[in-house]
């Protein structure tokens, strides 16, 4: 009886604790949604397709915001792809069991380093050379998702059958073959690394902010810009009323593309059976 009762509690406290995390996303989208709906019928869907975000003339268009934050996410991302596969490329069919174990491991503890670590940094090497910039914001945020696509990716190599490739070679084909078929093989666990990097990146903030000059306008190399998160960081302290539930409309939109991204790049890597 006494084990019984031991059991008991322990997968009553094992359900709780699985349930609770879902309860939490479930109330963070529920408040979000809730103060950013009184915004959104204020505002209305006219003013917020406009460019111009100026909180103190009750202006709150996220025109420029949205093209802000999808100019550095893809800059980051045309940075950070080609760096990451061909390292995970490398690492996954090439390299020796003790490189690959000591880069996989050097690669998740750059994944780890706390954003606002790499904020100095970049302020430091990055910002004195291209200020404060578009291009400085996805450097930033391209050595930020890297390491995810990196690991991804490369577990999603390692999963193509040795069999495959070995009879590739007996072709007679050349190791870039090789590598193209070993990528084929992979490519939906490959998408879902690319993915999971982009909703990464699109939710990061604080490194961000530190680097991009937080100016909202339209996207330019060398100039300033703000996006989405970056905004939320630097005005949500300080904002009250319309302005404050305006702010929360756009967490919801980055909680709507993160969600999506997310749920897009698991499937893809279900598909590849990772």
């Not at 995810?148 to 193509?160: D, F, K, N, Q």
């Not at 050349?174 to 193209?180: F, G, K």
């Not at 939320?232 to 967490?251: F, K, P, Q």
Request: charged share 10%; proline share 4%.
């Amino acid at each position: 009886m006494c084990h019984w009762n031991r059991a008991r509690s322990f997968w009553t406290g094992a359900i709780g604790l699985g349930v609770l995390p879902v309860l939490a996303i479930f109330a963070l989208a529920l408040f979000l949604f809730w103060n950013a709906a009184g915004a959104a019928a204020l505002i209305g869907p006219r003013e917020l397709a406009t460019t111009e975000w100026l909180p103190q003339q009750s202006r709150y268009g996220v025109a420029r915001l949205l093209a802000g934050t999808l100019a550095v996410t893809a800059l980051a991302l045309c940075l950070a792809v080609p760096i990451a596969l061909s390292a995970a490329g490398y690492l996954s069919l090439y390299a020796g069991r003790n490189v690959r174990s000591a880069a996989n491991a050097a690669i998740g503890l750059l994944g780890g380093i706390p954003s606002v670590v790499i904020g100095l940094w970049a302020m430091t090497w990055i910002v004195p050379l291209f200020g404060n910039s578009w291009i400085s914001a996805s450097l930033v945020l391209g050595l930020m998702i890297a390491p995810t696509i990196t690991l991804l990716s490369g577990a999603a190599l390692r999963l193509v059958p040795g069999d495959l490739l070995e009879a590739s070679r007996a072709l007679g084909v050349s190791e870039a073959i090789v590598s193209r078929v070993a990528f084929h093989h992979a490519r939906w666990g490959i998408l879902g690394a690319a993915v999971l990097g982009t909703s990464r990146a699109l939710g990061e903030a604080v490194a961000v902010s530190m680097v991009a000059g937080n100016v909202v306008s339209w996207p330019s190399l060398t100039r300033p810009i703000a996006t989405l998160t970056t905004t939320l960081i630097v005005e949500l302290d300080s904002a009250a009323g319309l302005h404050r539930n305006a702010l929360y409309l756009l967490a919801c939109l980055v909680l709507i593309a993160i969600s999506t991204l997310s749920v897009f790049g698991r499937a893809a890597q279900r598909k590849a059976g990772i």
